[in-house]
């Protein structure tokens, strides 16, 4: 597993030969650093975000036939990041996100530049503040794929604000186009998702869906016909909708959902 | 001795009436089957006696030993030793079987002893047939329908209710799942001699669970009650001439909340 290690104006990493990594320092009007990270080979790279208050905007390419699993995980700091995911033909990027931040304002633009390019994203969030994430997934070739899973919990004074947007245009064909976005509200606050599909293409397989509320009722029933109090069931439907899907940051999320939920 | 005593429950969801003066008492050691065409109100009266809070009771009142349960939460009731057997049992994403009982378990009794569950888990697993890999697999999630309705048995096993009540237990079963089902609610009345009531349509599942008393259920309420014998009118007669010989009929009026 290749390892990044980001602070506020320095990165530790620990890579093989099967990345490339290059901090460019300050260099935009904003004074934000940029990371590009460019896989040369099939490989695993973990991001972690230390303690700070953190601006970067990141680049990651994919060269073609590459497959990558990219793990993020980010706690306790304010982390205001820039993603650019470039994918070149018959390229496959996991991505999986897991944050437990104090606040976070992240736009990721996911670039399928080449045929059967394929994206996968997973994010798993508890949000006690303002959380804002911008989502736009670009398919500009043929037979490209995506899936864009957002899942969040807010919690204290947590706010989510999903925009989620697929974009195929017209004879960019046969591709598939999902996202599936949902929040569990545990405060009075208001949470928002967009999920947009711009779409000028028919040979497309497309689907979308949003869903905010507090925890599902006739899941709650079911729990509680066994005797589990609603307190521990809804500890048992958090945990378990924050960590399905999760293998490589199960224990981690667990950890953190421990922080919270007793 | 357990009992479960309704008396005169009048139920409505969504402004329309689903139970109307319903009366029923079942008793340890007895076998009860509702039958019935279909919206007729069997499912409801299990869910209502469950507690479901989608359901308002109007009137009447629902009692375990002669406690009054109508307005008691549902996890408390099921802690007083009420199980329901759902027909179509949710599916929750990320929280595996093993934890889910281990959560119910212990939510009635801090001090249970972990290795007896998981001895008795496995040897109930094997019990029912089930694949082993779904005790740590999500509730339900991507179970055929006859391996929700196993699992609804298996917890019925595990948590060992006092009352049981069984809504459709044979729906979506194959033949052999079908029989392993209704042999496995009968060991544990052998063992337990609980309260059951089971809510069905077919014969095919009373083969294996023989019910002490039947009632049919038309409008609501109890339109006929009777012995196993008038399982074999309803196959041969059909709900209508049974529903004809009864003069009651409930209307379905829309009423103020």
Known sequence: MNKIILALDKIKEEIDDTIEVELSKKQTFAGVNTLKIKALKDTDLEIIYEEDEIKYDIYVELLPKINVNIYEQKQKGSYKLSYHYNLNELSKANIYKVNDAKKIKESITINLNGKEAKASFLLKTISKNEEKYDIMVYHKASQTESCIITNGVNIKKGKLEFNVSGFVPKGIKECIVNQNNRIINLTDEVSQIRPNLFIDENNVIANHSAHIGKCNENEMFYLMSRGITAKNAENLIVKGFLTSGLEYYKQLMEKIINKYWN | ?257
């Not at chain 2, 039958?35 to 308002?56: E, Q, R």
């Open chain 2, 1 to 257: 001795m357990d009992s479960l005593k309704i008396e005169n429950l009048t139920v409505t969801v969504n402004n329309k009436i689903i139970l109307k003066d319903f009366n029923l008492e079942i008793k340890s050691g007895e076998i009860h089957a509702i039958m019935g065409p279909n919206g007729t109100g069997k499912s409801t009266l299990t869910k209502v006696i469950m507690g479901d809070p989608t359901y308002k009771i109007k009137k009447g009142k629902i009692f375990l030993n002669n406690q009054d349960i109508t307005k008691m939460p549902v996890d408390q009731r099921a802690r007083l030793g009420i199980f329901l057997g759902m027909q179509l049992p949710y599916e929750i994403e990320g929280v595996s079987n093993a934890d889910f009982l281990r959560t119910a378990l212990r939510s009635k009794d801090e001090n249970f002893k972990l290795y007896s569950f998981i001895k008795e888990l496995d040897q109930k697993v094997k019990d029912l047939k089930m694949n082993p890999d779904m005790i740590h697999r999500g509730i339900n999630e991507g179970f055929s329908g006859g391996e929700r309705k196993k699992n609804e048995i298996l917890q019925m096993h595990i948590l060992k209710p006092k009352i049981v009540l069984l809504d459709e237990i044979d729906s979506g079963l194959d033949v052999d799942s079908l029989k392993i089902v209704g042999n496995s609610v009968m060991d544990y009345y052998k063992e337990k001699k609980p309260a059951i009531l089971l809510v069905t349509h077919y014969q095919r599942l009373l083969d294996y669970i023989k019910p002490d008393f039947v009632h049919v259920m038309d409008c609501g309420h109890i339109v006929k009650s009777g012995d196993a014998s008038l399982v074999k009118e309803i196959e041969k007669f059909g709900y209508d001439k049974i529903k004809k010989s009864s003069e009651t009929k409930l209307e379905e009026t829309k009423i103020n909340e």
